[in-house]
């Protein structure tokens, strides 16, 4: 059963840091593109950044590029989303995906599979 298990959402405040992971199993990820979305209430669901199968190109929204970084630990099956710098905007509930194509896509419906989300909350 293939399982996407998100985990370090919480409470923080404005200016403050997180860091998210992302455990994946039930198959091989080291060959997929490994994604991070998040969701606020009433809102879409948006694209946040985005590790290439290679752990090589990323990408990132605009509105989180240069405060937040994503990797990967293709040993450890996970892959992280460090967030500085954090504002109230960013609050919302944060999903891991993971397309098998291994490209870089911001998408959501260009994501084979998907985790229960975190929430995130930043207060001002």
């Known amino acids: 059963q293939v399982q996407l298990v998100e985990s370090g959402g919480g409470l923080v405040q404005a200016g403050g840091s997180l860091r998210l992971s992302c455990a994946a199993s039930?198959?091989?990820?080291?060959?997929?593109?490994m994604g991070w979305f998040r969701q606020a209430p009433g809102e879409e669901r948006e694209f946040v950044a985005v590790?290439?199968?290679?752990?090589?190109?990323?990408s990132y929204s605009d509105s989180v590029k240069g405060r937040f970084t994503i990797s990967r630990d293709d040993a450890k099956n996970t892959v992280y989303l460090q967030m500085n710098s954090l504002k109230p905007e960013d609050s919302a509930v944060y999903y891991c995906?993971?397309?098998?194509?291994?490209?870089?896509?911001?998408?959501?419906?260009?994501?084979?599979?998907w985790g229960q989300g975190t929430q995130v909350t930043v207060s001002s």
């Open positions: 590790i290439s199968w290679s752990g090589g190109p990323t």
């Open positions: 039930g198959r091989t990820f080291s060959t997929d593109a």
């Open positions: 995906a993971a397309a098998k194509s291994g490209r870089i896509w911001v998408r959501p419906s260009q994501y084979d599979y």
